[in-house]
């Protein structure tokens, strides 16, 4: 009985370690997204900056729920986006990289 209830426990442990594995993957990708941000803390009209944190953190929840996507090309394309509409925002992050 004993062997029974120790097999089951490590099937548990199995199955819930990709999640978090996951899970992490998600939080690391959510917290490159906000560093990419910060050209549109001042550059962003008043409604860009949230807007853009809230479909973020909409990839974030969809992200650690386990839906099968790639979350960094999602922040990407919402990133492109909205420097498309913000040339401030470009032109500050070109800026930074030199």
């Given at each position: 009985?004993?062997?029974?209830?120790?097999m089951l426990l490590l099937l548990l442990a199995a199955s819930t370690a990709p999640a978090h594995a996951s899970t992490d993957k998600c939080a690391v990708g959510y917290k490159n997204f906000l560093g990419k941000l910060s050209p549109f803390v001042e550059t962003g009209g008043e409604d860009e900056l949230p807007r853009l944190m809230r479909r973020g953190l909409d990839?974030?929840?969809?992200?650690?729920?386990?839906?099968e996507f790639a979350p960094?090309?999602?922040?990407?394309?919402?990133?492109?986006?909205?420097?498309?509409?913000s040339p401030r925002a470009t032109e500050e992050s070109a800026g930074r990289g030199r």
């Open positions: 009985m004993n062997a029974r209830i120790y990839i974030l929840d969809a992200c650690a729920s386990g839906d960094a090309d999602i922040w990407e394309k919402l990133l492109t986006e909205a420097r498309q509409h």
